[in-house]
């Protein structure tokens, strides 16, 4: 059973630069069958969509923090990771990974982590 | 970007009664339109995709339809395990986008 688990700071000062990881555990990262997504949610709001990867590298990210986001993933980790340089207050979130199937159903993110909060804060 | 409109906001039921929630799209979406169930504390988990289609494990009283631009998620009757916060998300374009939630509460 695929699980994700996600790490990092949980306070991060305003301009700085946000790095989390998700660990893969019970399957690998490297299936070409999977695309991998980050999505945050502040508190006692929606869920917004940051960005997905697939292991080959190709990535899409949302407009909304395209300049100052990557996502990648390291195959010999088996972990997914997300960097969001500059953050300010705004970036405060409950920021969870995310597993979808790229060319199988269910054609919808079918596995997440158990999310890790992240406030910016001096 | 695709905005995703929910409504209700909240949906004020009874356990045994039938929960209707709406999400309208600003463009179509075809028939990529995903439903998550999120409770507190938990992260979201997938109950429909492809607009009507129940992924592994989720009950038959859960049920989706619609295509285009309006969609419906469906709660045959009520559970005491269903009052949750419900998302649509649609995959058609980028960015993908969710709705604002459908709090369905205990009346």
């Known amino acids: 059973q695929v699980q994700l688990q996600e790490s990092g700071p949980g306070l991060v000062k305003p301009s700085q630069t946000l790095s989390l990881t998700c660990n893969v555990s019970?399957?690998?990262?490297?299936?070409?069958?999977?695309?991998w997504t980050w999505i945050r949610q502040p508190a006692g709001k929606g869920l917004e969509w940051i960005g997905q990867?697939?292991?080959?590298?190709?990535?899409n990210y949302n407009p909304s923090v395209e300049s100052r986001v990557t996502i990648s993933v390291d195959t010999s980790k088996n972990q997914l990771s997300l960097k969001l340089s500059s953050v300010t207050a705004a970036d405060s979130a409950v920021y969870y990974c995310?597993?979808?199937?790229?060319?199988?159903?269910?054609?919808?993110?079918?596995?997440w982590g158990q999310g890790t909060t992240v406030t910016v804060s001096s | 970007e695709i905005v995703l409109t929910q409504s209700p906001a909240t949906l004020s039921l009874s356990p045994g009664e039938r929960a209707t929630l709406s999400c309208r799209a600003s463009?179509?979406?075809?028939?990529?339109l995903v439903w998550y169930q999120q409770k507190p504390g938990q992260a979201p988990r997938l109950l429909i995709y492809?607009?009507?289609n129940r992924a592994t494990g989720i009950p038959a009283r859960f049920s989706g339809s619609g295509s285009g631009t309006d969609f419906t998620l469906t709660i045959g009757s009520l559970e005491p395990e269903d009052f949750a916060v419900y998302y649509c998300?649609?995959?058609?374009?980028?960015?993908?986008?969710f709705g604002q939630g459908t709090k369905v509460e205990i009346k």
């Open positions: 990867t697939f292991a080959s590298g190709s990535t």
């Open positions: 463009q179509t979406v075809y028939s990529g």
């Open positions: 998300q649609q995959r058609s374009n980028w960015p993908r986008t």
């Open positions: 019970g399957g690998s990262i490297s299936s070409g069958s999977h695309y």
């Open positions: 995310a597993r979808g199937w790229i060319h199988l159903p269910p054609y919808g993110l079918d596995i």
């Open positions: 492809d607009a009507s």
